[in-house]
C-alpha cells in the first residue's frame, strides 16, 4: 500500500445529501490503515459513512466482499464508479 485513500472523494457531501435528503456538515475523514473512512452527519444525527478496506492480494478483497454480501444481504450499490454495497441498517 503506497498510501492513504481519501475515502471522501469516493462520495462527496453533494452525494451524501442526495442520498439523505437532507443537508450534512462536510465530510470528516478517518485514517486508520488499512481502513479509511469517511462520515458525513445531519444534524438530527443521520450518517452516511464511507469504509474504504485496504488489502494487498485482489483476490482476497474480492472474497471479502462477496462474503460480505452473501453472509449479510448487503445489496450492491450501482450508482457508484467502485464496487461497494450498502451495509445499512447494522442494528435494526
Not at 452473501?70 to 447494522?90: F, M, T
Amino acid at each position: 500500500m503506497d498510501g492513504a485513500i481519501d475515502a471522501c472523494s469516493l462520495v462527496t457531501q453533494a452525494k451524501a445529501e442526495s442520498l439523505l435528503e437532507k443537508s450534512t456538515g462536510p465530510g470528516v475523514p478517518e485514517i486508520t490503515p488499512p481502513f479509511f473512512s469517511c462520515s458525513y452527519e445531519t444534524s438530527d444525527f443521520d450518517i452516511v459513512r464511507v469504509v474504504v478496506v485496504v488489502y494487498e492480494d485482489a483476490s482476497q478483497a474480492m472474497a471479502a466482499y462477496e462474503m460480505a454480501i452473501e453472509i449479510n444481504g448487503y445489496a450492491e450499490l450501482s450508482d457508484l464508479e467502485v464496487r461497494a454495497y450498502n451495509a445499512q441498517p447494522i442494528s435494526m
